[in-house]
C-alpha cells in the first residue's frame, strides 16, 4: 500500500498515511485530486479505481471515506477488508467510533493505524493482539489526572453527521 | 466501553481543536493558530522549564496544526527531547512527532537515530517497537545506514518478542525498498525464510511481506521459501473455520495471510517437486471448490476475504499458464462473477479476465463471454467498469471476432465518457489495422472513428491510415471513393478533411473517370472546404493542389487562379504564403516531366512499427501494453507496410508530427525514392484476375522479396479461422488438424497467404507454379516474445502420394526467436494426377512445452493447370469427345459465399484454367478449359459452371481425360463457392 487517507463528506482530511516518501506539495496534490474523484461517485459504484499506475480502494463508513492507493499486483478485496478491520479497531478502542472521536484522538488513530499496518503491509490481523498492544501501552502511563472522555454531543451539538456512529449506515 | 479513559486526554488539546472546529472562516482560523503558535514559541522559549506533560501537549498541538495544511517551522527540537523521556506517553507523541514531519537537517537526524538506538537496545518490548515504527514510517536514507546492520539481528535472535519481529520485518522491508544497497541479508537469509514456519500467525503476515520482496529481487536465494509457502498455505486452506481463533476473519481462515502466500508464490515458476506442486495444485482446486460452497455468513467481509483469496489464487494459475485444466475452471468461476449482483466482483472479473485472455489454454475459454461483456460495455452504470469491459474486449479480440468487436466498441464510442475516448478510439484504431484482413474494412472503420470521436483521433491515427493506404494499392481505389464520400457530409471533422486531402491528393485519379467526382468535383469539394480548417490542414490541402495540378491538368487553371489569389498569395501566414507562392511559380514554369518527378506518388512507408501502440503504452503508462503485444504489433505492422528491408532510399518519407505528411518540404529526393515503375523485375508472384490490383506495382521489385502478407485475393475468401491451439505432447506426428481440409480449400484458386496462425505461430505461404513444377516459400512466424527451440519442419507424403509428387525440403534452423519469421522452400514435382494433400508437420518447444501439429499443404492438382484458350465450337467438339460416363464428374450444391460474377471469374481464374467468354449459349454459365501437366502425362479437363441465382445454387460440371481428374477437381472446387 503506497497511502491512506480518511476524509469527510465535506473533504476534509481527518488522517493521512504515506508509505512512500514525497514532497508536502505532492501529497496536498493528490489529497485533493483523489478527494474530489472519491466524492463525485455515486452510492452503488464499485469501490475500486484506476488512478495514475496505481488502484484506488474506497469505503465510506457514516460521514468518513476510507481511501487506500495499492499497486498493480496487490489485492484489492483484501484492501477493502483492510480498511474494514481497521475501522474495527477504532470502533473496539473508542467504543462505537464516530467521526468526532478520530478528530479529537487524532494521535491514538494513528498509533492503532501503527500497530495494524506498518510500511504499508498489514502487521497484525489479529484484532485481539492489535488492541491488547494499545491497551498495553495505555497502562503504562502515568498522567492519570486529565482523563476525559470527549462525549462529542457536548462538545458540538450541531454536528450529528460527525458524532453519528461509523458503524451505523 | 470506556477504553478513552485509559489513554490520556489532553484538555488543552481538546479546547484547541474546538475552537478550531468553530471557527467560521479560513480567515479565523487562522487567526486562533497564530495565537496559538505565538503561545507555544513562547511556552518553548520562556525560562521556566516545560514538564514532560506541557511539552508532549504543545508538540501534539503543533502536529494537528501541521496535520490541517499549516506550515510548522519549529517545535522539533522538543519533540527529539520527548524521545528520551522514560513515559511511554511522552515518548510516543515525540516518535509520532518525528514521523509525521521528519527534516532532513542533519543535527535533528542525529540526535533521532541516538534516541531511536537507545529504545532499540533498551530490551523493553514497547519501547523497541516504538523506535522500529519511527524507523518504518521515515525510512530515510540516513536510517537505513544507521540501523540496516542492526534490525536483521533483532528480527532473527531467538529472544526477540513476537511483537518486536514484526515490527522489525517491516521495518526492514520499508528500508529494502528504500536503500536496496544497505539491507545485506546474507547470513540471515534461510532463518529469514524460516519464519514462514513460525507459530505466531502475526510474524509470518508480516516476515512474508519481506520474504516476498526479497524473493523479487534474488529469486535463488529465497527459493526454498516455496515449499514452505505451500505447505503453510495447504494448512490454511484445510483448516476450519475455527481452528485459527482470532486469525480467522468472518470465518475465513486468516485471509491476509493466504492472500501473501498465493503472492509470494507468484515470483516463482511452479515447483519442480511433484509432491509440492501436487499440493498446491490441490490447494488451488480446495479454494476453487470453496467457491461454489454456500456462504457461511451473509456479511460481505466473509465473501470479501473469500474471493480476495479466490482471486489471487487466480492470479497464480494465470501466472503459472501451465494447468490447462485450471485455467479453464478460472475462467468458468470469473464468467460466473461477470453477472454477479456485486459491481465489485463485475469489475474483478472483467480485470482477471484481460490477463487470461492472453494465455493460449484459456482465451477461446474466455472468449465464450463476449455477449456478456458486450452487454457491460451498454448497460454497466459505473464508468470504471465499463472501461474494464472496454479493456477486456481488447485483449479477447482476434481474427475471429475482430469485426464484431470493433463494431460494439464504435457504437460504444457514440456515448462513451469523455474520459476514455481517446483511449477507445487508440484501441479501435490498433484492431482494425491488427485484424484487418479486408483493407476496405479497415478504411471504413478509421473513417468512422473520425466521424464519430474526431476531437479524440491523435495524429497518430489519421498518419497511420495514410501510411497504409499508401503502403496497400489494392485499398487505393477504394479509399478514395470512400474519402469522396464521407467529404460530402456538410459538417465533417477537420481530420476528415486531412485524410481526404491527402488521398485525394495522392490517388484522386483512380476514381476521376466518374463523372460524379472528375477532378474538378474533386477540387472543388475540398476547397469548400479549405476556409473552416486550421493553418495546419490548409497547408495540407495545397500540397493537395499541387498533387492535382499534376494528377489532373485540366484542373491547372483553376487551381492557379486559387493560388494566385490575395488570401492565399499574401496570408498572413508565412507557411501558408510560402506554399502559395512556391506552388503557383513551380506549377508555372516546371514542365510536365518535371511536375511529375517533383509530385510523384508518395513511396511506401519504411516504418514497421505502429505508432499508435506505442501511443496506447505511454498512455496507460508502462505495463500496460505486454511486451509480446508490441512484438506482435511490430510484426503486424511490419506485414501491413510489407515489411522486409527497403533499403533507405524510402527512408526520407518517415512522418513526423512536425514533417508535412506530403514530403513536399523535401521534395527533391522523392523522385529517386520511386522510379520502379518500370522495373524490369515484375513480380512473378503478383496475382492476376479482375479483383487483384493494377498490373504495375510500384514497389513490385521489392515486393517479391517480403514475406506474405495478407494479399488482395484474400478479399475473395473468408478469413482463416482462429484455428485452436494445437496442444498435442506426443512426439510423433499429430494427426492432420481437424480443419486442415479447410485451410486447404481457402489456397485452391489462391498461392499466397496466411495458411494457418494460433497464438504462437503464423504460417505464410507464398507459391509458383510452372508446368508439372512448383515452389513454395513457407514462412514460419514466431507471434511470441520467447524463442522456440528445436523448432522443426516435416512434409510426407501419404499412401500412393508419394509416388504421385516428388517433394523436397530443405530443413529450417532450429531456432525461432521470439517476434522472428523464418523461411523454408519446398520443390514440387507432379510425377502423375494425385488426390491427397502432402501432410506438413511442425514441432517446437515454447516454453519447455512441445507444440506438435500437423496441417494439409496447400498442393492441390490444379496448380499444375495450363490454360487452354479455344473457340465455341472447338470446346463443344471437345465436350462431346469427352462423353464416357466416368469422364464426367457433377455436384450440384447451394451457394456458400455471395454470388458475385468478378469474384466467381476471379476463382476459376485464380483455378489456373482458362476463362472462356462467349462460348456458352447461357451468358450467365461459365466455361473454362486448360491441360494438367504431369510427368507421366497431360490430361486435358473442361468446366462449366451454372449458376442459379434465384435457387441459390450452382451445378458444377467437369470433364477431363482422366476420370480420377474429373473427381477431384469436382470435390475441390464445389467447395469454393
Given at each position: 500500500m503506497q497511502f491512506m487517507l480518511l476524509f469527510s463528506r465535506q473533504g476534509k482530511l481527518r488522517l493521512q498515511k504515506w508509505y512512500v516518501p514525497l514532497s508536502d506539495k505532492e501529497k496536498k496534490k493528490i489529497t485533493?485530486?483523489?478527494?474530489?474523484?472519491?466524492?463525485?461517485?455515486?452510492?452503488?459504484?464499485?469501490s475500486f479505481l484506476e488512478w495514475r499506475d496505481l488502484k484506488i480502494v474506497y469505503k465510506r463508513y457514516a460521514s468518513l471515506y476510507f481511501c487506500c492507493a495499492i499497486e498493480d499486483q496487490d489485492n484489492e478485496l483484501i484492501t477493502l477488508e483492510i480498511i474494514h478491520r481497521y475501522v474495527e479497531l477504532l470502533d473496539k478502542y473508542f467504543g462505537s467510533v464516530c467521526e468526532l472521536d478520530i478528530i479529537f484522538n487524532f494521535e491514538k488513530a494513528y498509533f492503532i493505524l501503527d500497530e495494524f499496518l506498518l510500511g504499508g503491509e498489514a502487521q497484525e490481523t489479529s484484532k485481539k493482539n492489535v488492541l491488547k498492544a494499545i491497551e498495553q501501552a495505555d497502562l503504562l502511563q502515568e498522567n492519570l489526572d486529565f482523563q476525559i472522555r470527549l462525549f462529542p454531543g457536548v462538545l458540538n451539538p450541531s454536528m450529528s453527521a460527525e458524532s453519528s456512529g461509523l458503524f451505523q449506515s | 466501553m470506556p477504553a478513552v479513559s485509559k489513554g490520556d486526554g489532553m484538555r488543552g488539546l481538546a479546547v484547541f481543536i474546538s475552537d478550531i472546529r468553530n471557527c467560521k472562516s479560513k480567515e479565523a482560523e487562522i487567526k486562533r493558530i497564530n495565537k496559538e503558535l505565538a503561545n507555544i514559541r513562547s511556552k518553548f522559549k520562556g525560562d521556566k522549564a516545560l514538564d514532560g506533560y506541557s511539552k508532549k501537549k504543545y508538540v501534539c498541538k503543533l502536529l494537528f496544526i501541521f496535520l490541517l495544511g499549516h506550515d510548522i517551522d519549529f517545535g522539533h527540537m522538543e519533540a527529539v527531547n520527548l524521545l528520551s523521556s522514560n513515559k511511554y506517553t511522552e515518548k510516543q507523541i515525540g516518535y509520532l512527532f518525528i514521523s509525521v514531519l521528519v527534516n532532513s537537517n542533519s543535527e535533528l537526524i542525529r540526535l533521532i537515530n541516538n534516541a531511536i538506538k537507545n529504545d532499540l537496545s533498551s530490551r523493553n518490548p514497547t519501547f523497541m517497537c516504538l523506535a522500529l515504527h519511527c524507523i518504518a514510517n521515515v525510512g530515510s536514507r540516513e536510517m537505513a545506514e544507521a540501523f540496516a546492520g542492526e534490525i536483521p539481528r533483532i528480527l532473527v535472535a531467538g529472544d526477540t518478542m513476537d511483537s518486536v519481529k514484526q515490527s522489525a520485518a517491516l521495518c526492514l522491508l520499508r528500508l529494502y525498498k528504500t536503500s536496496p544497497d544497505l539491507v545485506l541479508m546474507g547470513e540471515w537469509t534461510s532463518r529469514v525464510v524460516h519464519l514462514l514456519n513460525d507459530q505466531h500467525m502475526g510474524v509470518v503476515t508480516a516476515a512474508i511481506s519481506l520474504i516476498t520482496c526479497l524473493s523479487q529481487k534474488n529469486p535463488d536465494e529465497f527459493k526454498t521459501c516455496v515449499s514452505l509457502a505451500v505447505s503453510r498455505l495447504s494448512r490454511i486452506v484445510s483448516s476450519a473455520s475455527t481452528d485459527l481463533q482470532d486469525y480467522t476473519y468472518y470465518f475465513v481462515p486468516a485471509p491476509w495471510l493466504s492472500c501473501k502466500l498465493l503472492r509470494l508464490l507468484q515470483c516463482y515458476p511452479p515447483p519442480e517437486d511433484g509432491a509440492v506442486k501436487g499440493r498446491l495444485v490441490e490447494c488451488l482446486e480446495t479454494i476453487l471448490n470453496k467457491a461454489q460452497e454456500p456462504p457461511k455468513s451473509k456479511k460481505v467481509q466473509h465473501s470479501n476475504a473469500k474471493n480476495a483469496i479466490l482471486f489471487e489464487a487466480i492470479a497464480l494459475i494465470i501466472h503459472y499458464d501451465s494447468e490447462p485444466n485450471l485455467l479453464v475452471r478460472a475462467c468458468n468461476q470469473l464468467g460466473q462473477f461477470l453477472q454477479h449482483r456485486e459491481t465489485n466482483l463485475r469489475y474483478l472479473a472483467l480485470e482477471s479476465m484481460c490477463t487470461l485472455a492472453s494465455s493460449e489454454f484459456s482465451h477461446e475459454a474466455v472468449k465464450t463471454h463476449i455477449e456478456t461483456v458486450i452487454n457491460a460495455l451498454k448497460t454497466e452504470r459505473d464508468v470504471s467498469v465499463r472501461q474494464r469491459a472496454a479493456d477486456l474486449l481488447y485483449a479477447m479480440c482476434d481474427r475471429s471476432n475482430a469485426k464484431q468487436i470493433v463494431a460494439e466498441m464504435l457504437s460504444y464510442l457514440e456515448t462513451a465518457d469523455y474520459s476514455i475516448r481517446e483511449e477507445m478510439v487508440l484501441k479501435v484504431a490498433i484492431l482494425a489495422e491488427k485484424y484487418a484482413v479486408d483493407y476496405s474494412w479497415y478504411v471504413d472503420t478509421i473513417l468512422n472513428l473520425i466521424r464519430i470521436a474526431g476531437d479524440y483521433v491523435s495524429e497518430e491515427v489519421w498518419y497511420r491510415v495514410i501510411q497504409i493506404v499508401i503502403n496497400r494499392d489494392d485499398v487505393q481505389g477504394y479509399a478514395a471513393k470512400t474519402v469522396f464520400e464521407a467529404l460530402q457530409a456538410p459538417a465533417c471533422h477537420e481530420n476528415m478533411v486531412k485524410v481526404g486531402g491527402y488521398i485525394l491528393g495522392e490517388f484522386g485519379n483512380l476514381i476521376a473517370g466518374d463523372p460524379r467526382s472528375s477532378p474538378l468535383v474533386q477540387f472543388n469539394l475540398l476547397h469548400s472546404k479549405f476556409h473552416l480548417c486550421s493553418v495546419p490542414t490548409r497547408a495540407l490541402l495545397l500540397s493537395a493542389y499541387i498533387k492535382f495540378i499534376n494528377l489532373f491538368p485540366e484542373t491547372k487553371s483553376t487551381i492557379q487562379e486559387v493560388l494566385r489569389s490575395d488570401s492565399q498569395i499574401r496570408n498572413s501566414d508565412v507557411e501558408l504564403q510560402q506554399r502559395a507562392v512556391e506552388y503557383l511559380k513551380l506549377s508555372s514554369i516546371a514542365s510536365t516531366d518535371v511536375l511529375a518527378t517533383v509530385l510523384e506518388e508518395m513511396p511506401p512507408f519504411p516504418e514497421r512499427e505502429s505508432s499508435i501502440l506505442a501511443k496506447l503504452k505511454k498512455k496507460k503508462g508502462p505495463g500496460a501494453v505486454s511486451v509480446s503485444e508490441l512484438e506482435e504489433g511490430k510484426r503486424e505492422g511490419g506485414e501491413l507496410n510489407g515489411g522486409g528491408d527497403r533499403g533507405d532510399s524510402s527512408a526520407i518519407s518517415t512522418p513526423s508530427p512536425s514533417a508535412d505528411l506530403l514530403g513536399l518540404r523535401s521534395a527533391a529526393p522523392v523522385g529517386s525514392a520511386a522510379p520502379s515503375a518500370g522495373s524490369l523485375l515484375v513480380d512473378v508472384f503478383s496475382e492476376s484476375g479482375p479483383a487483384a490490383p493494377a498490373a504495375v506495382n510500384d514497389d513490385g521489385f521489392l515486393r517479391d522479396l517480403e514475406p506474405p502478407t495478407e494479399s488482395s485475393d484474400s478479399l475473395l475468401a473468408d478469413p482463416p479461422p482462429a484455428a485452436a491451439p494445437a496442444a498435442v505432447v506426443s512426439e510423433d506426428p499429430a494427426p492432420p488438424l481437424p480443419e486442415s481440409d479447410e485451410l486447404l480449400n481457402k489456397f485452391v484458386c489462391k498461392n499466397n497467404g496466411v495458411l494457418f496462425e494460433n497464438q504462437l505461430l503464423q504460417i505464410g505461404i507464398k507459391s509458383e507454379y510452372r508446368q508439372n513444377l512448383g515452389r513454395m516459400y513457407l514462412f514460419y512466424g514466431n507471434k511470441t516474445s520467447?524463442?522456440?527451440?528445436?523448432?522443426?519442419?516435416?512434409?510426407?507424403?501419404?499412401?500412393?502420394?508419394?509416388?504421385?509428387?516428388?517433394?523436397?525440403?530443405?530443413?529450417?534452423?532450429?531456432?525461432?526467436?521470439?517476434?522472428?519469421?523464418?523461411?523454408?522452400?519446398?520443390?514440387?514435382?507432379?510425377?502423375?494426377?494425385?488426390?491427397?494433400?502432402?501432410?506438413?508437420?511442425?514441432k517446437f518447444r515454447y516454453g519447455g512445452a512441445l507444440q506438435n501439429l500437423t496441417l494439409k499443404l496447400p498442393v492441390t492438382i490444379n496448380k499444375f493447370f495450363q490454360p487452354t484458350e479455344m473457340a465455341s465450337h472447338d470446346f463443344f467438339q471437345r465436350w462431346k469427345q469427352l462423353s464416357q460416363p466416368q469422364q464426367e464428374s457433377q455436384k450440384i450444391f447451394k451457394a456458400s459465399h455471395a454470388m458475385d460474377t468478378e469474384v466467381i471469374k476471379a476463382k476459376l481464374l485464380g483455378l489456373g484454367t482458362a476463362l472462356l467468354e462467349k462460348v456458352d449459349p447461357n451468358p450467365e454459365n461459365y466455361v473454362c478449359a486448360g491441360v494438367i501437366q504431369t510427368k507421366a502425362q497431360q490430361v486435358g479437363c473442361l468446366l462449366r459452371l451454372e449458376p442459379n441465382a434465384q435457387a441459390q445454387m450452382y451445378r458444377l460440371t467437369l470433364r477431363c481425360s482422366k476420370d480420377t481428374v474429373s473427381k477431384r477437381l469436382c470435390d475441390l472446387l464445389a467447395e469454393q463457392f
Open positions: 485533493r485530486e483523489l478527494v474530489q474523484m472519491v466524492l463525485a461517485r455515486k452510492p452503488k459504484m464499485c | 520467447v524463442q522456440f527451440v528445436s523448432f522443426s519442419t516435416t512434409v510426407t507424403c501419404p499412401g500412393e502420394l508419394h509416388v504421385q509428387l516428388n517433394v523436397q525440403t530443405k530443413p529450417v534452423e532450429p531456432l525461432v526467436e521470439g517476434g522472428a519469421q523464418v523461411q523454408q522452400v519446398i520443390n514440387i514435382e507432379c510425377l502423375s494426377d494425385f488426390s491427397d494433400a502432402p501432410l506438413l508437420n511442425i
